[in-house]
């Protein structure tokens, strides 16, 4: 544990992850005081009465003050400015670190402005809900979901394994990478699905011959799943694009080719086709149940009387 | 209960969807007798293990003999051959039924080979998980899901009654279209989805720079619900998509067009754009969770210990 443990903690953004680090971060007993702060005076009173932070300040400034920890928890688009903010307050051999779903335009945006005598170590859980705010955070959100580290290649080692510590004492596992590699992997399992999800529900929304009412009613069959991905905060997947633009755009590029084969193999009535290409995706749900990244359970578990009527 | 009662209900297919119907029916105690038919010899001696027919028969034409519903559950392509096997068999006064994913082929398929003293609904329950075969059915899986019946024209209105009041006995709340109406509203709410679905996890099964493993591994980020979607049955989905060609073809061209002009409002970095677009799709998510249709839980409910980690 002593690699773990840090006096104080400092959670600039006290959001979904923001609150779910505190709330995780006291289950683990991972450090003495958790210090946070929120743009917003509501964010910030909801905050303090649900208690997950010791103590909830005025400024970003106060917060990271002592800290020997610093998780900045804001907007991809947000986190310059913020580090702008507290650059000045820093403690000597604090680790500053942030959440955000890009790490190449993090970086970017937040080392030119971060003093020598700190270390800086990106880091992005990838968990998360389509909820946001305060209120939707819970201690078990990073159990058993990866969190992958993107320090500098002059990053101080020892420093980066406080942090990969941390994180798994808050129910993470961990994995390193470069952030390039970072921001090209999730455009492909997060990103781009989203952008997709978004679309697909945009179209649904614009046509005027399927109604509301029937696309809703009859949602069960595919769609919903589309919806709940594109319930997710506006702001933050606004950011995600604008930030990892070039990976996005890459393999919305391959997507759109090979949406239209998949197209044109309809047209054409090129069934055996179809049934290789369906067949083949099949084995990477395989995989991903197998690597226990989700439920075997049919209907992702929501059908939980399964079984039950076998008895009548 | 007396317009839900038959005599004896004959199944021909007796896989996800026929072994739940016969479960179903069961539970609701909706016939005296259910026979069933599969393709193949593995599947009537799993059916005849698990008991879910009273009697499983050894031709599709055997089966239907003095039955008063039958229900062709056999992939969409498959409907017309199956129909012409039991044609010469069926008893007068019948009602024939199916529960394919399509419409308009199916009736296109079946009808021209009954005979005229049956009644024809085609009707499709929009109930469904990822797995197929004999084993993957239960009682509970139509419970306040859509059936959606797509009588003719000159459809005898009793009969339609019938199999409405029977598909409730099962569990299913039910609603009336034409098979057009059908085709398209699943276009947009199933297949296309599913289309998609499958071509970002094949782009995904593609990339060299990203490997198979790193897929899986991050997969939780919004991947994984592609990648339930696209583990979907091979031969149920090339049917689908072969027979409802004009309408997915449609779809699908209206979500390309839109998937372009998202992609360029990444490219010139219009955030605006992005936020007002992540922000409409909102909404058709509240509108699901408020009909029933799907849970609110965060990630589908699949993060059953949300909240404990407070009291930390
Ligand atoms: N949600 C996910 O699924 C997920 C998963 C992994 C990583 N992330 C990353 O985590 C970060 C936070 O996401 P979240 O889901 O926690 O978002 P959230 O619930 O919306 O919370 C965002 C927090 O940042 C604050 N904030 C917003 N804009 C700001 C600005 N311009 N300046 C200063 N503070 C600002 C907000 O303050 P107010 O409440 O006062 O507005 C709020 O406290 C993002 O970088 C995101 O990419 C999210
Ligand atoms: N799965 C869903 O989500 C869902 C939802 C609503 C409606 N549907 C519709 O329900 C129907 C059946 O789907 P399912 O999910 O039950 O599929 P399934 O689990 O794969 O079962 C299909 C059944 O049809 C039989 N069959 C397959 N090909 C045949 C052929 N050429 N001739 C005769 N019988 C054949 C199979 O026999 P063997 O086992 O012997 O091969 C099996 O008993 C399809 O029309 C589908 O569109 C499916």
């Known amino acids: 544990m002593s690699g773990t443990h840090f006096r104080r903690v400092a959670l600039i953004g006290l959001g979904l992850i923001g609150s779910s680090i505190a709330w995780a971060t006291r289950r683990a007993g991972a450090a003495d005081e958790i210090v946070g702060y929120a743009r ?9 009465k649900l208690g997950f932070c010791h103590k909830v300040v005025e400024s970003p400034a106060e917060a990271v003050e002592d800290a020997d920890l610093v998780i900045v928890c804001v907007p991809v688009g947000a986190c310059g400015a913020v580090t702008a903010e507290i650059a000045g307050s820093l403690a000597a051999g604090a680790i500053v670190s942030d959440v955000g779903s890009v790490k190449t335009s993090v970086i970017a945006q937040m080392a ?62 961990t994995d390193e990478m470069t952030a390039e590699h970072h921001d090209l992997v999730l455009a492909v399992t997060s990103h781009v699905p989203h952008a997709i999800a978004y679309t697909m529900v945009g179209v649904a929304d614009d046509l005027q011959r399927v109604t509301d009412s ?41 997507f759109a080719e090979e949406l239209f084969v998949v197209q044109r193999a309809i047209r054409t009535g090129d069934g055996d086709y179809l ?37 009548g």
Request: hydrophobic letters at 40%; glycine letters at 6%.
């Open 112 to 173: 030119p402005h971060l003093p020598a005598n700190v270390h800086f170590v990106p880091a992005h859980p990838l968990a998360g809900t389509e909820h946001s705010g305060p209120e939707s955070g819970f201690a078990e959100l990073f159990d058993s979901r990866w969190c992958i580290l993107t320090p500098l290649p002059d990053a101080d080692p020892h420093a980066t394994r406080r942090l990969r510590s941390y994180w798994e004492a808050l129910g993470a596992r």
């Open 40 to 48: 917003s005076a509501q964010t910030r009173a909801t905050a303090r």
């Open 275 to 311: 049934h290789d290409y369906f067949t083949r995706t099949r084995a990477i749900r395989r995989g991903i149940i197998e690597a226990g990244q989700d439920t075997a359970a049919p209907d992702f578990g929501r059908i939980h009387k399964a079984e039950k009527g076998r008895a």
């Open 214 to 254: 029937e696309v809703i009613r009859y949602s069960a069959a595919g769609f919903r799943d589309f919806t709940r991905i594109a319930a997710s905060d506006p702001t933050m997947w606004r950011d995600v694009f604008l930030n990892n633009r070039e990976a996005v755009l890459d393999i919305l590029g391959r």
